[in-house]
C-alpha cells in the first residue's frame, strides 16, 4: 500500500477554480464591474469613487425613474450579486441626500427620485453607491 502525503497543516486546499485576491484587488474588481453595468443605463457615467459613480438620466422622462432606477439596482445585483443604493435628483447635492437616506429606510428598497414640481424640466442625475458590509 503506497504512503499518503499529508498537506502541511497550514496549507490552503486546493481549489482549481479559486481565485485569491487581496481585499483591496477585490474592491478595486468588484467596482469595475458595477462601474460597468452602469454604463448600460447612461451614456454618461461620472465615476466619483470606488464605490460611488453619477449617472445622467437626461434620457429618461421624469415620470419613469424611479422604475429606471429599480432597473439599474436589479442589473447590478444580477451581474455583480451586490445591492446598491440609488439617489436621483437634479443636483449632486440632493442625489447625495437621498442616497443617504434611501440608505437609512428599507421602504424605500434602495431607490429614492427626489423630484420637485418646479423641476418639470430639468434634467436629472443618479448618484449609485455600494459598500462591502457585514451581513448581520
Known amino acids: ?11 490552503p486546499p486546493v481549489r482549481p477554480h479559486l481565485k485569491i485576491l487581496p481585499v483591496k484587488a477585490l474592491y478595486a474588481d468588484v467596482s469595475n464591474r458595477v462601474m460597468h453595468a452602469l454604463s448600460d443605463f447612461s451614456p454618461l457615467v ?27 439596482r436589479a442589473a447590478v445585483m444580477q451581474r455583480v450579486g451586490i445591492p446598491v443604493s440609488i ?10 441626500i437621498a442616497t443617504e437616506i434611501v440608505k437609512k429606510y428599507p421602504e424605500y428598497q434602495g431607490v429614492l427620485v427626489l423630484a420637485f414640481a418646479s423641476e418639470q424640466e430639468s434634467h436629472y442625475e443618479c448618484q449609485v453607491i455600494w459598500q462591502a458590509t457585514r451581513a448581520s
Open 1 to 11: 500500500m503506497a504512503a499518503r502525503h499529508a498537506l502541511p497543516p497550514r496549507a
Open 87 to 96: 439617489g436621483i435628483a437634479s443636483t449632486k447635492t440632493l442625489n447625495k
Open 46 to 72: 461620472e465615476v466619483y469613487s470606488i464605490d460611488e459613480a453619477w449617472l445622467n438620466l437626461t434620457h429618461v422622462e421624469q415620470e419613469r425613474l424611479r422604475d429606471y432606477g429599480h432597473m439599474i
